[in-house]
Nanobody
Framework: VQLQASGGGLVQPGGSLRLSCSAS????????IGWFRQALGKEREGVSC????????YVGNSVEGRFITTTDNAKNTLYLQMNSLKPEDTAVYYC???????????????????WGQGTLVTVSS
């Protein structure tokens, strides 16, 4: 199982960036997939998750309306389109796979158990 994230870099506030995550050795469509991030000195934060079955999604409150997660099953690749970037979005971003379940009254809960090397996103002027 190998996941490789790429596409990070330096971007100005208000700008956009698209991260890619290529998977090898397995099929992304067989798992719940998504992204999490970790800023320096801070705890890990969930960014997004898409379940395998019905496509239920979770989007973190801090990125809702700005970040979009998509997949290209033919390329076995996951993407994170990030728009209207803010300095507080600065972090290392990781793509991950695992399992997910809908919890009544809560929504989609994801458990990631495998992830690749992250890619650094820096939002600064």
């Amino acid at each position: 199982v190998q996941l490789q994230a790429s596409g990070g870099g330096l971007v100005q506030p208000g700008g956009s960036l698209r991260l890619s995550c290529s998977a090898s050795g397995f099929t992304l469509a067989d798992y719940a997939i998504g992204w999490f991030r970790q800023a320096l000195g801070k705890e890990r934060e969930g960014v997004s998750c898409v379940s395998r079955g019905d496509g239920s999604t979770y989007v973190g409150n801090s990125v809702e309306g700005r970040f979009i997660t998509t997949t290209d099953n033919a390329k076995n690749t996951l993407y994170l389109q990030m728009n209207s970037l803010k300095p507080e979005d600065t972090a290392v971003y990781y793509c991950a796979i695992g399992s997910a379940a809908v919890v009544p009254g809560v929504g989609l809960k994801c458990q990631f158990d495998s992830w690749g090397q992250g890619t650094l996103v820096t939002v600064s002027s």
